[in-house]
Every structure is written in structure tokens, then in C-alpha cells.
């Protein structure tokens, strides 16, 4: 189930990826597919190394092009641990409402994208967020679970801070706030009960079987209900005046680094690589795990189908 709509999104062979916060790695794998360079950042070891194990799955299988790579590695979002202007495209999917320096992962996520690169994030959108809040205090106060909901005008603000300039939103997942207002209204822990079981087996029978009755059911609920509040966004140029030019003699003609090449000494400590030869985005810097997200994303994990 993804949220980022690559019609949208558009997402070429050869693109260098970072999916920040990947959890289960539902993007990640998508991306892959698409014959892009991959990294999978979480500071979830758990779900990162099953992330690795998928990648490694899919290559097997022959569903990625031959020229994909795809890294899976621990990390962390105020930290990250590649140098400016890494990657083409930056994707942080149901992440925000976790963190508390939401800025900070901001301006991260903004320098290791490089000039005219493109960004995607998506978080639970304001209505249908509110309601799940009013209904149940279990919903959100938990270790890990969401502690802000952004209208998205404020998402919007805080991306144009941060110096991206947004080109698109839309809303998705229109069928899946009605299981949530459900659960919330039964209790978040509480599967057993007749409706919320019911509309379980619809959102599984949609996800599996995508019928046309449901598509177009989604397509008409998501302006009006959609889940997910989805925002795209580029990273400027910077004004060319901005750029001194060098004085007549000085130019560096050595020629860049290429993306594969680093010291040993720089490898990060915690990474699963899917497949062998050096990282597409260069081997990171050393990164510490620490506490990404500003909170437990353990729970988070238990929290997954609720983005």
C-alpha cells in the first residue's frame, strides 16, 4: 500500500533515494523496483534487517532491474550520515507526527538533497487525525505514537522554511479512516469486535484484489476523508550570484568523488546491505543510532498500519 502517488512523483532509473524513516519499507521496495540506488534509513534495528532481508529477497527473485542497488542501514534523522547534496529524491512517509525537532529532520532531509532534487512527505491529515484524537486517548498517547497533528497549510509552512519549494498535495487512503474511527470508537486494542473485523477483511480484500468498486469508492472519499496528507516539494538552485566565480587560474579541475568512493574509516557501524559492491550514494559517514525520532520508534512498529 503506498502513499506517494509516483504519477506525481516521477521517479527515473538511476535515481539516488533515501527513504528516511522507512519503517517496513513499503516505498523503499517500490523505488527499487523502479531500477533506482536505495537507502533505507530507520533507527528501528529490527525492521532495518528485514528490510535488508526483502531487498535481498527481491534481487533473487528478479524483480529489480540489474543496475538498482539498495542499502538498508540504521541511522539517525538529526544526523544523517551523508554529505550535502547525496540524493535525487528524499522520502519521509507517516514520520513527522513522531518527532519532536520536526524542523531539525527539515533542514537534515533539505541538505542531503541536492539542488533541483525532489521531496515527499506525507503525514495523517488534520480531520480525520482529529477524530481518531477525540474518540481515544490510547490512539496517541503511547511511547512513540503521534504527538502533534498538522493542518496541512502547516506542513506547507514549515517545508517553505526549511527553503523547499512545494509543488503538489493531495489526500490518499480515503477507505482507511473509517477502520480507524472504528477502532477507536471499539478500542485501539480490541480486534474482536463485529464492525471493526468486518471492515478488516474490506481493507484486506481491497489491498489484495484492488477492485474497481473500491478504487473508485477511494478515489471519491480521499478529498473528503483521505488519511494521509501528501506533499511534494523541489530544492531550488541556488541564485547564481551566490556562487562566487573563482579568480582566473584558481578553478579546481580534480575531478568529483565518485558516489562509490570513501575511506573504510567512514563506514557506518549498524548497515545491512541487500547487495554487494560499494553503497550508490558513497559508504556514509559513522552515524550514531540514537534516538532518532525523539521517541521509542519500537512503538512505532506496533503503530504501522494505523499511517
Given at each position: 500500500?503506498?502513499?506517494?502517488?509516483?504519477?506525481r512523483?516521477p521517479?527515473?532509473?538511476g535515481?539516488?533515494?533515501?527513504?528516511?524513516g522507512?519503517?517496513?519499507g513499503?516505498?523503499a521496495?517500490?523505488?527499487?523496483?523502479?531500477?533506482?540506488?536505495?537507502v533505507?534509513?530507520?533507527?528501528?534495528?529490527?525492521?532495518?534487517?528485514?528490510?535488508?532481508?526483502w531487498?535481498?529477497?527481491?534481487r533473487?527473485?528478479?524483480?529489480?532491474?540489474?543496475?538498482?542497488t539498495?542499502?538498508?542501514?540504521?541511522?539517525?534523522?538529526?544526523?544523517?550520515p551523508?554529505?550535502?547534496?547525496?540524493?535525487?529524491?528524499?522520502?519521509?512517509s507517516?514520520?513527522?507526527?513522531?518527532?519532536?525537532?520536526?524542523?531539525?529532520?527539515?533542514?537534515?532531509?533539505?541538505?542531503?538533497?541536492r539542488?533541483?532534487?525532489?521531496i515527499?512527505?506525507t503525514?495523517?491529515?488534520?480531520?480525520?487525525?482529529?477524530?481518531?484524537w477525540t474518540?481515544?486517548?490510547?490512539y496517541h498517547e503511547?511511547?512513540?505514537?503521534?504527538i502533534?497533528?498538522y493542518?496541512?497549510?502547516?506542513?506547507?509552512d514549515?517545508m517553505?522554511?526549511?527553503?523547499?519549494?512545494?509543488?503538489g498535495?493531495?489526500?490518499?487512503h480515503?477507505?482507511?479512516?473509517?477502520y480507524?474511527w472504528?477502532?477507536?470508537?471499539?478500542?485501539?486494542d480490541?480486534?474482536?469486535?463485529l464492525?471493526v473485523?468486518?471492515?478488516h477483511?474490506?481493507?484486506?480484500w481491497?489491498i489484495?484484489k484492488k477492485?474497481l468498486?473500491t478504487r473508485?469508492?477511494?478515489?471519491?472519499l480521499?478529498?473528503?476523508?483521505?488519511?494521509s496528507?501528501?506533499?511534494y516539494?523541489?530544492?531550488p538552485?541556488?541564485?547564481?550570484g551566490?556562487?562566487?566565480d573563482?579568480?582566473?587560474?584558481?578553478?579546481?579541475?580534480t575531478?568529483p568523488?565518485?558516489?562509490?568512493?570513501?575511506?573504510?574509516?567512514?563506514?557506518?557501524?549498524t548497515?545491512?546491505?541487500?547487495?554487494?559492491?560499494?553503497?550508490?550514494?558513497g559508504?556514509?559517514?559513522?552515524?550514531?543510532?540514537?534516538d532518532?525520532?525523539?521517541?521509542s520508534?519500537?512503538?512505532?512498529?506496533?503503530?504501522?498500519?494505523?499511517e
Amino acid at each position: 500500500m503506498l502513499t506517494i502517488d509516483f504519477s506525481r512523483f516521477p521517479l527515473a532509473a538511476g535515481d539516488r533515494v533515501l527513504d528516511l524513516g522507512c519503517g517496513a519499507g513499503r516505498h523503499a521496495f517500490e523505488c527499487y523496483r523502479r531500477g533506482a540506488h536505495v537507502v533505507a534509513l530507520d533507527r528501528n534495528g529490527e525492521e532495518i534487517r528485514e528490510v535488508a532481508r526483502w531487498f535481498a529477497a527481491m534481487r533473487e527473485a528478479g524483480e529489480v532491474p540489474a543496475t538498482a542497488t539498495a542499502t538498508a542501514m540504521e541511522g539517525d534523522a538529526l544526523a544523517l550520515p551523508f554529505p550535502d547534496d547525496s540524493f535525487d529524491v528524499v522520502i519521509i512517509s507517516e514520520v513527522m507526527e513522531h518527532i519532536p525537532d520536526d524542523k531539525g529532520v527539515l533542514a537534515e532531509m533539505v541538505r542531503v538533497l541536492r539542488p533541483g532534487g525532489r521531496i515527499a512527505v506525507t503525514v495523517p491529515r488534520y480531520g480525520p487525525e482529529k477524530v481518531c484524537w477525540t474518540l481515544s486517548d490510547a490512539y496517541h498517547e503511547v511511547e512513540g505514537g503521534h504527538i502533534r497533528i498538522y493542518r496541512g497549510d502547516e506542513l506547507l509552512d514549515k517545508m517553505r522554511e526549511a527553503g523547499l519549494r512545494p509543488y503538489g498535495t493531495h489526500h490518499a487512503h480515503g477507505l482507511h479512516s473509517p477502520y480507524w474511527w472504528l477502532k477507536c470508537a471499539f478500542g485501539v486494542d480490541n480486534d474482536k469486535a463485529l464492525p471493526v473485523r468486518a471492515y478488516h477483511k474490506l481493507l484486506v480484500w481491497d489491498i489484495m484484489k484492488k477492485p474497481l468498486a473500491t478504487r473508485v469508492a477511494e478515489s471519491a472519499l480521499n478529498p473528503l476523508i483521505g488519511k494521509s496528507f501528501v506533499a511534494y516539494a523541489t530544492k531550488p538552485h541556488p541564485p547564481a550570484g551566490l556562487l562566487p566565480d573563482p579568480e582566473p587560474g584558481t578553478a579546481d579541475t580534480t575531478p568529483p568523488p565518485t558516489h562509490a568512493a570513501a575511506s573504510a574509516a567512514d563506514a557506518a557501524p549498524t548497515r545491512a546491505d541487500a547487495t554487494e559492491g560499494p553503497a550508490p550514494v558513497g559508504t556514509p559517514r559513522t552515524a550514531s543510532p540514537t534516538d532518532a525520532f525523539g521517541a521509542s520508534r519500537t512503538a512505532r512498529s506496533s503503530h504501522e498500519e494505523r499511517e
